[in-house]
């Protein structure tokens, strides 16, 4: 029973592991950069729900502040990029990673200023019991994290493989000036995907709150989605899921297994493994661009 109950929660942190990391992917699939403050994008989405709910803010209830949150973030994500990064169109995305490492930065440090630095509880009626399955404890929490993780993963597998937007995004991806060519808005297409991303992120936000207490340093977690991301394969969607849960899964088994520390080298060792064995990711999407 000890082994199934660390495969739970294994699987639920692998989740928010996976949610992150799916804002990853986003971003990659639609320009081919990476956004290394997308952990941060999370955390600061969990403390927008932690500010709407309080009692010395606006207190609002959980199911009207949790979408208004994720709202907020979308705009957000899409005002970044509206101001910021669509001035950067045509530059190396090296200068985009640059920018999102110091924008990290940035947002935990506003994060400490408003919320502080100690460690804060969002009241979720997601955390309000536990399941009892044999000797397994399922809390709440968890199953809607997973719960909710899979279901955003289909919703964004078939938004980007069947609607007219989502194939103008990869289009946009495999080569900016062609897909400009050929009609496509490839600015306001990318203002949308960090809209998309700052979305997503602010669900993980919330799930990943539900689930114990946040602080601004939560926002690095982003590095563990990160190689996440690339085990699983860096612009597929299930992949990233699929990578967030094996990380997820490892660090419980070698926290309970393995000497003290080893649970934080273990998603980094993973990565590891994989570049040598399948240096694009176990679902890797390796294709030829088009001009």
């Known amino acids: 029973m000890d082994v199934l109950q660390l495969l739970v929660s294994g699987l639920a942190n692998g989740c928010v592991y996976g949610l992150i990391a799916l804002g990853f992917v986003l971003i990659y699939k639609a320009t081919e950069a990476v956004n290394f403050a997308q ?3 999370m955390m600061l989405g969990a403390f927008v729900t932690l ?6 803010y606006m207190h609002l209830p959980f199911w009207l502040a949790a979408p208004l949150a994720i709202m907020i973030m979308a705009v957000l994500g899409y ?3 509206f101001f910021v990064l669509r001035h950067l169109f045509g530059q190396s995305q090296t200068a985009v990673v640059i920018l999102t490492i110091a924008l990290g930065f940035v947002i935990r440090f506003v994060a400490g200023v408003i919320w502080g630095h100690e460690p804060q509880t969002l009241e979720s009626p997601l955390a309000i019991g536990d399941l009892r399955l044999g000797g397994v404890v399922l809390g709440l929490a968890d199953v809607a994290v997973i719960v909710v993780t899979v279901l955003l993963t289909l919703l964004l597998y078939q938004f980007f493989q069947r609607t007219k937007l989502g194939l103008a995004m990869q289009a946009a991806s495999q080569n900016q000036m062609a897909a400009y060519y ?3 808005p490839v600015k306001r297409v990318q203002g949308l995907v960090w809209g998309l991303s700052g979305a997503t992120a602010a669900v993980a936000g919330i799930l990943f709150a539900s689930k114990g207490a946040i602080d601004p ?6 590095i563990k989605a990160f190689a996440a991301a690339v085990s699983g394969g860096f612009g597929s969607l299930p992949g990233a899921l699929v990578g967030g849960l094996i990380v997820g899964v ?6 309970r297994y393995f000497p003290a520390g080893y649970s934080q080298i273990a998603p980094y060792a993973l990565l590891l493994i994989v570049l040598v064995v399948r240096p694009h ?3 890797a999407q390796v294709r030829i661009k088009k001009v």
Not at 51 to 56: E, H, K, V, Y
Not at 217 to 222: A, F, K, R, Y
Not at 250 to 255: G, K, L, M, T
């Open 39 to 41: 952990g941060d994008f």
């Open 51 to 56: 500010g709407l709910t309080n009692a010395d």
């Open 79 to 81: 005002l970044l990029h």
């Open 182 to 184: 050929m009609g496509i």
């Open 217 to 222: 340093n939560v926002g690095l977690l982003g």
């Open 250 to 255: 490892i660090e419980p088994f070698a926290s």
């Open 281 to 283: 990711g176990l679902f």
